[in-house]
C-alpha cells in the first residue's frame, strides 16, 4: 500500500470499490472480452482511476472492500454501469444477473426489492433505457 492509498479521500475509495464490483460482473462469465475491457476503460477514465490502479483492481478485485454510495443518484450511477458491464458483451450468464442482485445489495438497494430491481433494471437498459430512465424504474419499484 503507497501512502497515498492511506491518505485517498472516501470517494476514491468508493470509486475503487464501484470499480472493483464491475469487474467482477465482467469476469462473471469466466472471460473479460475486448467489449468488457473497452467499457472498464472507459469508466475508469471516468471516475478518474489511475492506469496502476485499474490494472491491480483488474488482477485482483476481491482485495477492494465495496465502499457503497452515499446517495441516490450516486446508487442509481453504479446499478447503471453494473448493468452496462452485464450486457456489454451482447451475452447474459445467469451468473452476472446474480452479480448484480448481489451487487444491488451491496449498494443500498432494500434486500427485499434487490431481486426486482435487479431484473427491472438489466430489462429497462436492454430496451434502451438511459441512466434516468433507468432510474425512475428503480424509484417506482422502491416506493411500491
Known amino acids: 500500500m503507497s501512502i497515498a492509498d492511506v ?10 470499490g464501484h470499480f472493483r464490483n464491475l469487474v467482477m460482473i465482467a469476469k462473471a462469465d ?18 478518474g482511476l489511475s492506469d496502476e490502479h485499474f490494472d491491480q483492481i483488474i488482477e485482483k478485485p476481491e482485495d477492494y472492500p465495496i465502499n457503497p454510495p452515499e446517495n441516490k443518484e ?16 451482447e451475452g447474459i450468464a445467469v451468473s452476472e444477473v446474480k452479480k448484480v442482485r448481489k451487487f444491488a445489495v451491496a449498494l ?7 431481486e426486482d430491481v435487479a431484473v ?10 438511459d441512466l434516468n430512465s433507468m432510474s425512475s424504474m428503480v424509484d417506482e419499484i422502491l416506493l411500491s
Not at 74 to 89: F, G, K, S
Not at 108 to 114: C, F, I, L, S
Request: hydrophobic share 35%.
Open 7 to 16: 491518505f485517498e479521500s472516501g470517494e476514491q475509495k468508493q470509486n475503487k
Open 30 to 47: 469466466g472471460v473479460v472480452d475486448d467489449e468488457e475491457l473497452q467499457l472498464l476503460k472507459n469508466i475508469a477514465r471516468q471516475i
Open 74 to 89: 450516486e446508487r442509481n450511477e453504479r446499478l447503471y454501469h453494473l448493468v452496462q458491464m452485464v450486457l456489454a458483451d
Open 108 to 114: 443500498g438497494y432494500p434486500v427485499d426489492k434487490a
Open 120 to 129: 427491472k433494471a438489466t430489462r429497462s437498459v436492454i430496451d434502451g433505457a
